[in-house]
């Protein structure tokens, strides 16, 4: 065991990646593909009175435009139209009706035998519309807000000790809303075969689509199978099946022909988002740096729709001691599309504004940022006031302001230079979850030494081919190389959505299971065996490695698996297993970070460049320490992108993104990076699963906004609490 876990293991799927040869959802082909172009709503809330799609269909290619008044039939059950998870809610139904919630909504699909004929069309189809009174604002709205049930009940008494407190300080933070930007369109070819649909869409969840798909369209489960063998990034837009999965399968059903359908970068614009939230902190702390309350409260956008929510506010329970809490989420309906998660949903956004707002409460007591921190450090979560699995929180404080150096920082603001830059040093916190979900995994292990491994599981990105590999072939005592990988596919073993951070855990201890099968079933057939050097054994205590199965312990024996599959007379063997986890109520289960930064502020300009960032990460075992580091840098790039770039803005004249591309809605680029440095804090957890596994999907972006605003204030005196930290707000 553990040749491979734990180790730096180059991608399986690397190759097949940068050779292309690995394929995408709108990039499968099939005989006679018919390509569908979208077309949007351009008002944000109202009804369609016509559509006209003469001149559209006058066009030489043009199959059909599909509107709500010629679709095929859709289930009329609202019932039908729910999705259990991420959100759980019911997703927006494409061409459903005449009602417009929100500007972008699709509300045709012109359908042609190239994609260029389909675009231009469907600058033809002309949509009278009636508006209904809109808004879209959220600061303006915000007086609107409803109290959603709240997460986290009340400790103690917060107000009452706000108001005695020796030193509080209270402020709101704003954070905007931010679209998803991953590198693949979402897209989805339908291959269509005699009534039987094989779909291909850019999806963190084949089974959860597939059922969607055959909930909306009364299907029966094996009229529609659905596969994402590789995914361009998701981060929690493919949470959700996306409309255009069900535009797709809709067009296929109409014409009875295979159908592709990319949304353009701009359409993307019309899916999910991180929502915009107004987040008020207050804390309250004596003169020794202990606080005595935390209060947190969000108010956030959501669509007139849906209600969408995640925890922004609890975290402060995760990590500071205080005796008095209080927390609570409110929602504004807006005439938007429903908002949906994106990396660390709630977490991002809510500890951003905990850790600038303990930044402030730092240097109100004259403290040193870091060592605030350390005089609250709860070790229990205090919530529910459990100890943790594991918490190696104030390890990573440790490694990473060594490594950053953050015992050198003058603590005067404006006090550090480089030349005629200024410099600054800012630090923060990250939490996030640890999550486990059931997950079947299905193991075929042939005589040749070969084993495939299979499970409906998708990869998007992260590495989850690796892992299953690498768990697998320690498992079964097989070199990596004899392993292949089937993920994503709704045909294969249970699996839920890849999100949460939860896949790589639940994915690992599902190879684990199934594999514990393979070798009793080996030890039980090496056993009985004629003459066999096994004999004697208990088939619960055996090993397989190198090609062999050999008894643990004393007078240890071993005979080779092709051995005993010839002489059982098997070309094969095939095990598949369910793991479910333990439920645990009795231990909190988190990971952890925390955040160094240096920023450069140039003061003539407003330019701000984060030069150096340290993550120290506390995530249990680390899988795979290259994928995990990588995990946790593009994590980073995207808490700077957070801190200093992106922002979806809104002309609320028109309820209408302005910026809905990817040149206006700014990311960062190379340039923007520097240096980034990833430390992994050792953290055995035996307690939270047999590998002692945690996840690290989410954990790297949480803390790096706040660690870079903190940096900011630092270089240059001024605290801008309204994110981005753009050059105009600098120079203000
Ligand atoms: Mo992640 S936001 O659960 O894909």
């Known amino acids: 065991m553990n040749a491979y876990v734990g180790t730096a293991t180059s991608r399986v799927d690397g190759r097949a990646k940068v050779t292309g040869a690995a394929k995408y959802a709108g990039e499968f082909s099939a005989n006679g593909l018919v390509h569908g172009f979208v077309v949007e709503a351009s008002i944000p809330r109202g009804r369609i009175v016509r559509i006209d799609t003469d001149e559209a269909l006058k066009v030489a290619g043009v199959l059909d435009v599909l509107t709500h008044a010629n679709r095929p039939p859709l289930a009329d059950k609202d019932d039908a139209w729910k999705d259990e998870v991420a959100p759980e809610g019911s997703p927006f139904r494409p061409l459903y009706d005449d009602r417009i919630k929100f500007n972008g909504q699709p509300i045709a699909l012109v359908l042609a035998e190239e994609w260029e004929t389909a675009k231009f069309a469907a600058t033809l189809v002309r949509i009278d519309y009636e508006q209904d009174e809109f808004v879209t604002d959220l600061e303006a709205e915000r007086g609107s807000a409803n109290e959603m049930d709240k997460p986290h009940k009340p400790r103690g008494d917060a107000k009452a000790a706000l108001a005695a407190t020796g030193l509080r300080h209270e402020a709101d933070y704003l954070l905007p809303t931010e679209h998803h930007n991953p590198m693949e369109l979402f897209a989805t070819t339908t291959v269509w075969d005699d009534g039987r649909l094989t779909v291909y869409d850019k999806t963190q969840g084949v089974q959860n689509v597939q059922k969607y798909l055959c909930s909306v369209f009364g299907k029966k489960p094996d009229e529609i199978r659905v596969l994402s063998p590789y995914v361009g990034g998701a981060f929690g837009s493919g949470l959700r099946p996306q409309y255009q999965v069900v535009l797709a399968t809709m067009a296929s059903l109409a014409l009875k022909r295979s159908v592709r359908v990319v949304l353009t970068r701009q359409q993307m614009y019309g899916l999910g988002y991180r929502p915009m939230t107004i987040e008020r902190v207050a804390l309250g702390a004596g003169p020794d740096g202990t606080l005595d309350a935390i209060t947190h409260e969000a108010i956030a956008m959501t669509s007139r729709y849906e209600d969408f929510s995640r925890n922004d506010t609890g975290w402060a329970e995760q990590l500071y001691k205080s005796p008095n809490t209080y927390f609570s989420h409110k929602l504004v309906d807006l005439d938007v599309a429903t908002p949906c998660d994106m990396r660390a949903p709630g977490a991002a956004t809510g500890v951003c504004a905990l850790e600038c707002a303990m930044d402030e409460l730092a240097v109100a007591l004259k403290l040193d940022p870091l060592e605030l921190r350390l005089k609250c450090y709860s ?230 460049r984060v030069t150096r960032v340290v993550s120290a990460v506390a995530a249990g075992r680390i899988l795979n320490t290259k994928t995990g580091r990588s995990q946790i840098m593009g994590s980073v790039v995207w808490g700077i992108g957070m801190a200093l770039h992106e922002e979806t803005q809104m002309d609320h004249r028109f309820g209408r993104i302005m910026n809905a591309n990817i040149a206006e809605y700014h990311i960062p680029v190379n340039a923007d990076i520097h240096d980034i440095n990833v430390i992994f804090v050792d953290e055995p957890d035996e307690r939270i699963n047999k590998l002692g596994i945690k996840g690290l999907g989410e954990i790297g972006i949480v803390g790096v906004p706040a660690a870079i605003a903190n940096a900011v204030y630092h270089a240059t005196g001024k605290r801008i609490r309204r994110f981005p930290i753009t050059l105009d707000k600098l120079l203000e």
Request: proline share 4%; aromatic share 4%; charged share 25%.
């Open 379 to 608: 070790d229990r979560d205090q919530s529910e006031d459990l100890p943790y699995t594991s918490k190696q929180l104030r390890e990573c404080y440790a490694r990473g302001a060594e490594a950053f150096g953050w015992s050198r920082r003058d603590p005067t603001p404006r006090s550090m230079r480089d030349g005629k830059e200024l410099v600054g040093w800012g630090m923060a916190t990250g939490v996030w979850e640890a999550l486990q979900m059931p997950v079947a995994v299905r193991i075929v292990l042939t005589a040749n030494g070969h084993a495939e491994v299979s499970c409906a599981a998708s990869d998007i990105g992260t590495g989850t081919y690796t892992i299953v590999a690498q768990v697998a072939a320690d498992a079964l005592g097989l070199p990596i190389e004899n392993i292949s990988v089937r993920l994503a596919d709704s045909t294969l073993p249970q699996a839920p959505v890849e999100g949460g951070s939860w896949m790589a855990a639940s994915s690992a201890h599902a190879v684990l299971a199934a594999a514990e099968d393979i070798r009793q079933e080996l030890a039980r057939l090496a056993k009985a065996m004629p003459d066999s050097p096994l004999a004697d054994i208990d088939t619960h205590n055996v090993t397989l490695a190198n090609g062999m199965i050999a008894s643990n312990g004393k007078n240890a024996a071993a005979v080779s698996i092709a051995d005993v599959m010839r002489h059982s007379n098997l070309e094969r063997i095939e095990k598949e297993k369910l793991n479910e986890f333990a439920e645990d109520k009795s231990h909190a289960r988190n990971t952890h970070s925390a955040v160094f930064a240096e920023v450069t502020v140039d003061e003539e300009l407003g330019v701000i």
